[in-house]
């Protein structure tokens, strides 16, 4: 990642008197060209980089820099060092570790970390993560099959360019050349996927990837009542935390829910069936029936 050797080369340049940017290029796998420019980003950050000519010239920190707590404090490090943790773990990445064991030594003060970050998710194979982040850098299509929110199963050719990690979830966002668009994948409906040897070319222009939400369309958004009781709280919050909430003195709660056409949200009906007797639907009358005969429905597996 373009963050850790930049930090990493921060660190090196103010541990050495000079190094050149071919043993640079080396230690970090990519080209000249590309830590010139890293050297330029850090520059333009305010670090006060000399470049030196000769046989023995290369990059070095101006003497007497010193990197100073206003800077780059402890709370900056220990956060740091969190974040790469999280993401060192999943992807397996030795030059994250590696930059983990660099920032560790910034400070002779041992501190302890309030925050903590989890990255990893039980809701996908874990091969997928490293598999995807290899065919971003090299540029390589990959091929995979969907399953949509409709439960439709397609089959689709995609040019990944980044990859998120929001709600709880992991999502691949790039161009899918399935459907001559861009589109966000949830890496959990992913099947069968595979890396082909197709190289692709970025578009000129990559648009911003869609938030994930309980909908589109405000003209069509309507609010789905729910009735939680009180053993069902924990569950309820988790599914929908930034919702309407009215707390009453019997330990149940109301929620407003805002979605898009819910008489055709099928993802909704399952999140709410899975409440069992926990949650009952108040509004919209539609729905109520709906969920009835879901529940008529599997009553019939049992029979």
Partial sequence: MK????????????NNDVLPASALAEEFQV??????????????????VVSYQGNKGGFGMMDGFKMDKSLLGSYDVHSLITVLKGLSSVFEDERAQGTIERLQTIGAEQ??????????????????????????????????????????????????????????????????????????????????LSQTEHIFELHQEVPIEAA??????????????????PEALAEAMDQFGRVEKTFHADGSMTMRIPVYKPLEASWLWAILLGFGSGAEVLEPRGLRSIMKEQLQEALKLYE
């Fill in 111 to 192: 501190q302890t970390s309030s925050l903590a970050v989890d990255f990893e998710t039980r809701r996908m194979d874990p091969e997928v993560l490293p598999l995807i982040r290899t065919a971003i850098s090299e540029r390589k299509v990959i091929r995979f099959d969907y399953i949509n929110g409709k439960n439709e199963r397609t089959t689709r050719e995609m040019e990944p360019i980044r990859l998120l990690f929001k709600y709880g979830n992991w999502y691949m966002y790039g161009y899918c050349r399935t459907r001559c668009d861009y589109r966000e994948f949830r890496l959990s409906r992913m099947v069968e």
């Fill in 212 to 229: 994930v939400s309980y909908g589109s369309g405000q003209d069509q958004v309507e609010n789905v009542v729910l009735r939680v009781a």
């Fill in 3 to 14: 963050l850790e050797r930049l930090i990493s080369i921060i660190y090196k340049l103010l």
């Fill in 31 to 48: 080209s000249q060209r590309t830590i010139y420019r890293d050297i330029d980003v850090i520059c333009a950050a305010g670090f006060p």
